[in-house]
């Protein structure tokens, strides 16, 4: 519970400015707001720098690195409507809290294996179609 209540303490920290602004009228930021969430509601497309030129991932694991941003940003947009939902009373959610602590953990590991997939395959290491399946079976 200690991870996810951290992460929502930063999430909830952005949000609360974001509500303070909307409140002093700047409609700039409620637009922002609505353009995200219908963005969100439409399926827009997610770049976070992962495949690409400047990407850091190996050309091979394209593909998995865009479900990888696809989930971290689908956390985003759940974490956001917690807290909308629940507001300061989130700490008394604990099953709510271990689930989202549990998908945490797992973007974690699906990170750090991808990591690890892509520096394998680009170094040129013997066995790096291993770790290429532990991703795939990592990311089922």
């Known amino acids: 519970m200690y991870i ?3 992460g929502m303490q930063y ?5 609360t400015g ?14 922002e ?3 995200r969430k219908l963005g969100d509601a439409l ?14 991932v190996h050309p091979g694991l394209a593909d998995s690195a865009k479900k990888l ?3 971290v940003a689908q956390f985003g947009a759940t974490v956001e409507n917690l807290l909308y939902r629940y507001g300061k009373t989130i700490v008394e959610e604990q099953l709510i ?5 549990d998908i945490l953990i797992n973007l974690y590991a699906m990170t750090a294996v ?13 066995n790096h179609d291993h770790e290429v399946i532990l991703y795939y079976t990592l990311s089922l």
């Not at 999430?11 to 949000?15: C, F, H, S, V």
């Not at 827009?44 to 030129?53: A, E």
């Not at 809290?97 to 602590?101: I, W, Y």
Request: positive net charge; proline residues 0%; aromatic residues 0%.
């Open 33 to 35: 707001m609505l353009g």
């Open 11 to 15: 999430a909830g920290k952005i949000l």
């Open 114 to 126: 991808l990591s690890r997939s892509s520096r394998s395959i680009s170094i040129g290491l013997r």
């Open 4 to 6: 996810a209540l951290t």
């Open 18 to 31: 974001k509500i303070k602004e909307m409140k002093k009228g700047n409609v700039g930021v409620a637009l």
């Open 69 to 71: 941003e696809q989930n």
């Open 97 to 101: 809290l271990k689930r989202v602590a």
């Open 43 to 56: 399926g827009r497309k997610v770049d976070l720098g992962l495949t690409g030129t400047d990407g850091v």
